[in-house]
């Protein structure tokens, strides 16, 4: 049985009386667009009734829960590094700069950090890395869902009402088959990570356009 995030990392900082803040990123595996961070400080001993990890949830569940959680946070912050960031400074260091400025959004400033993952590089303020913390912390998994929303939001309204040919308001950029052959019948367009693009072949066999999904 699947367990739900809850707040007992964050009421070992409440019982003390200090903040805590969860941080989590969406669109680090994408082959378009940008990749979204967010950081979430909830109040001592709230309960959000449905929250869990993004990833588990229906998209119309997340859209129910986002005008939830960000009114229950006491704070909450959002960071975006677009493709153009990706491809220059790779994705693990453009993810580190989204979450970092998530960080700097909040205010009040919290006394420490949850992070999703196993990796963070290292912020003025004291963190814990915890893996599958989206699934396991609430802060963690309120910040996954305000980061995957905002992504989601953004590949509807702005990726696809530019470029509708490739379908991003129904894959969000990840490396579906349907955004495979659109590539693959169009090319990349600017939005499309081309360092990703020349990792994995979107078809044996269909030339030189090429995907990942990670």
Known sequence: MKT???TEREQLFWNIGSTVAGVDEAGRG???GPVVAAAAILPPG???EGLNDSKVLSPK???E???HVVSSCVSYGIGMRDERSIEQINILQATMHAMHEAIDALSPAPVHLLIDGNYFRGHHLPFTTVVNGDALSASIAAASIIAKVTRDRWMIDIA???YPEYGFARHKGYATAEHRKAIAAYGP????RQTFLSNF???PGSGPANSTHV
Do not use: M
């Not at 367009?189 to 499309?192: F, I, K, V």
């Open 4 to 6: 739900r995030p809850t």
């Open 65 to 67: 829960l986002f005008g």
């Open 46 to 48: 709230i309960v959000i």
């Open 160 to 162: 696809d009402a530019r």
């Open 201 to 203: 072949t979107l078809f």
């Open 189 to 192: 367009c600017e939005l499309h």
């Open 30 to 32: 994408c082959l378009a």
């Open 61 to 63: 569940k997340r859209d």
